[in-house]
T-cell receptor, first 111, second 117 residues
Framework: KNEVEQSPQNLTAQEGEFITINCSYS?????LHWLQQHPGGGIVSLFMLSSGKKKHGRLIATINIQEKHSSLHITASHPRDSAVYIC?????????????FGQGTILTVHP | GAVVSQHPSRVICKSGTSVKIECRSL??????MFWYRQFPKQSLMLMAT?????????EQGVEKDKFLINHASLTLSTLTVTSAHPEDSSFYIC?????????????FGSGTQLSVL
């Protein structure tokens, strides 16, 4: 069974704190995606990873293929980072194919 | 950046009516469109995958005669919820896969909150 588990489910932080969200999956994947969903539902694709590490601004995503684990880090967190962060994986040889989603991590950053 | 425009953002309808949701890729050609559904406090779930000009592939448990998907062009896909019932009330969102500035990308619409009375 293809499963995607995220932790924590809820995360509260003070502005400026370093934040880590974790994602584990059960079988081999083509790629892993980190998504951001804002109140109201719109989704933004943050990263697509198949190996290693990617950085964009204050966001860093890493993946360990052997351990079937990925982390999303936010440095110097800000209240505007408050959102739901979703890990999703794609299988079957294509990075942008059908996605299986984790349950999401609700992040709240207080000023 | 590339944008997927999804309309309407919110719709309230009576039980038994049909609702059409539209997703349009604004500055790239969407070779594949994915439609998802999200119930409150649950994960996004894939409903169907459609490739331009061909019939959609539905996930197990999704009724193809109830959720009609049309992907007639590389920039437009529609999802029609036919004979809607209260249990169809959910958040529906599309994503589009295509080439943007030479790279394959995946972009999401802004979602549609459907409430069936």
């Amino acid at each position: 069974k293809n499963e995607v588990e995220q932790s924590p489910q809820n995360l509260t932080a003070q502005e400026g704190e370093f934040i880590t969200i974790n994602c584990s999956y059960s079988v081999g994947i083509s790629a892993l995606h980190w998504l951001q969903q804002h109140p109201g539902g719109g989704i933004v694709s943050l990263f697509m990873l198949s190996s290693g590490k990617k950085k964009h601004g204050r966001l860093i995503a890493t993946i360990n293929i052997q351990e079937k684990h990925s982390s999303l880090h936010i440095t110097a967190s800000h209240p505007r980072d408050s959102a739901v962060y979703i890990c999703a994986v794609s299988f079957g040889g294509t990075s942008y194919g059908k996605l299986t989603f984790g349950q999401g991590t609700i992040l709240t950053v207080h000023p | 950046g590339a944008v997927v425009s999804q309309h309407p953002s919110r719709v309230i309808c009576k039980s038994g009516t049909s609702v059409k949701i539209e997703c349009r890729s604004l500055d790239f050609q969407a070779t594949t469109m994915f439609w998802y559904r999200q119930f409150p406090k649950q994960s996004l779930m894939l409903m169907a995958t459609s490739n331009e000009g061909s019939k959609a592939t539905y996930e197990q448990g999704v009724e193809k005669d109830k959720f009609l998907i049309n992907h007639a062009s590389l920039t437009l896909s529609t999802l029609t919820v036919t004979s809607a019932h209260p249990e169809d009330s959910s958040f529906y969102i599309c994503s589009a896969r295509g080439q943007h500035r030479g790279n394959e990308k995946l972009f999401f619409g802004s979602g549609t909150q459907l409430s069936v009375l």
